[in-house]
């Protein structure tokens, strides 16, 4: 394997007011860190990518759909995303739609759980 950057194509399905968006985009995979086994660079990318989604995520959250063309930088990560396509109007499969619900259900229990945590600490 070669110590150049890789590029990585990745997508993402987000939920929107209108349905669902499928995101393409782009961006260079971290360079291994010597002080890492591989597994530590594996975790580490599985973690960078993730992050993308993540991104996205709280991007269409705050209402706002990216074009193509588009350049994000996730200045904590130092990864420029650059967006490829986006796929309006898009009908994920029925396992991605049960996924993506569980997955949101977990978030909103999440929260609840900090609400409630945050409560008994202020000693209500």
């Known amino acids: 394997m070669s110590e150049q950057d890789q590029t990585v194509m ?21 360079k291994p860190l010597p002080t890492l086994n591989p597994m530590g660079n594996f975790y580490r990318g599985s973690h ?3 992050s993308t989604q993540r991104f996205f995520d709280d991007l269409i959250e705050n209402g706002s759909l990216p074009q ?20 309006t109007n898009y009908e994920p499969s029925a396992l991605s739609r049960d996924l993506m619900r569980i997955e949101e259900e977990l978030k909103d229990k999440k929260y609840e759980r900090a609400q409630l945590s945050r409560g008994k600490d202020r000693g209500a």
């Open 48 to 50: 960078y990518h993730k």
């Open 10 to 30: 990745a997508s993402t399905t987000v939920i929107t007011c209108a349905g669902y968006a499928l995101i393409n985009y782009t961006y260079q995979k971290p």
């Open 68 to 87: 193509a063309g588009d350049v994000f930088e996730l200045g904590d990560k130092d990864l420029k995303l650059t967006v490829s396509s986006v796929t």
